[in-house]
């Protein structure tokens, strides 16, 4: 089972990017994916959660109204679309395979995908 999560780089404030995690061993659309970050120095956050069940997401504070998430399931992909981000969204990005879907507490993850660097400056 491999994940890999792709489409970071540099953005101006205010703009919008797409992330992309795709998976071979596994069809991401069996199982709630999970997108988390970590910017240098501070602790791996939870930033996103998306069901196996249509329209159930969950959004940290951080992120609600600006992240959505989405699901191809031709591609076997996941995605996460970044609108308005703020320098604070400067982070390495990671999607993972939930044990679970929640919406209260960080769910256990199972796989990891490599990140991707998502830096937002002027």
């Known amino acids: 089972v491999q994940l890999q999560a792709s489409g970071g780089g540099l953005v101006q404030p205010g703009g919008s990017r797409r992330l992309s995690c795709v998976a071979s061993g596994i069809t991401l659309d069996y199982y709630a994916i999970g997108w988390f970050r970590q910017a240098p120095g501070k602790q791996r956050e939870w930033v996103s959660c998306v069901s196996t069940a249509p329209g159930s997401a969950y959004y940290s504070d951080s992120v609600k109204g600006r992240f959505t998430t989405s699901r191809d399931s031709a591609k076997n992909a996941v995605y996460l679309q970044m609108n308005n981000l703020k320098p604070e969204d400067t982070a390495v990005y990671y999607c993972?395979?939930?044990?679970?879907?929640?919406?209260?507490?960080?769910?256990?993850?199972?796989?990891w995908g490599r990140g991707t660097q998502v830096t937002v400056s002027s």
């Open positions: 993972a395979r939930l044990r679970y879907y929640s919406d209260v507490d960080p769910p256990p993850a199972d796989y």
